[in-house]
């Protein structure tokens, strides 16, 4: 199958199932800095559904492409963003991917950095990853007490998904980190009991999301 590539200022959001593999990708595909996080992981559900979306990523790359998915390659950034190897596409289709428990949201402009966080809404200690992932005008947004859950999700994807669309990721700290001007982030329902945001930079046109079917 073949998709039609975004139009100007626009974002695509596939989000897709974490629940197995489907093993049509030869592992081998896989390029060395998604083989060592592979390694990384100690339980199996979790490598399972990270090579899951690392397989869904080349899939649906090269639906866009018109190519096959063992001929996707990836260059890196100075911080560890990967971008598509120029000589494909000129380098024009532009990517980000993120998963949460049992799903994957990958998104895909033409030509527009782009970053994507998706977050499965749990509860947790949020006073104390707040003072470690949001700036002090962030935590006031939140509130000192009873955080909703809901409400420091959309404010931890914003935030991730601004911080992976500029390459910056983990080499800076998300408490010191602030969206900078010209950016457009956008939130998005990926799937119900999670939340996801896309960021560009610049103004979007539209931010098209397409969910698996139920």
Partial sequence: MTLEMPGPGEVHVRVVSLE?????????CLDEGEMDTFRRFRRETDAGRYLAAHEALRHILASYLGIEPDAIRYVRGPHGKPYLEPAIHGGRLRFNLSHSGGIAAIAVT??????????QVRDMEFEEL????FSRDEQA????NNIDSGV??????????????TGLGLSVQPNEATIGEGWSIIDIDPAP???GAVAVEGPIARVSVFRPPE
């Fill in 20 to 28: 197995h593999s489907t093993g049509e990708l030869p592992m081998e």
């Fill in 110 to 119: 033409d030509g527009l950095d782009v970053g994507v966080d998706v977050e």
């Fill in 130 to 133: 707040a003072s470690c992932a």
């Fill in 141 to 144: 947004a939140l509130g000192n």
């Fill in 152 to 165: 420091f999700f959309r404010l931890w994807t914003r935030k991730e998904a601004y911080l992976k669309a």
């Fill in 193 to 195: 009991g999670y939340a």
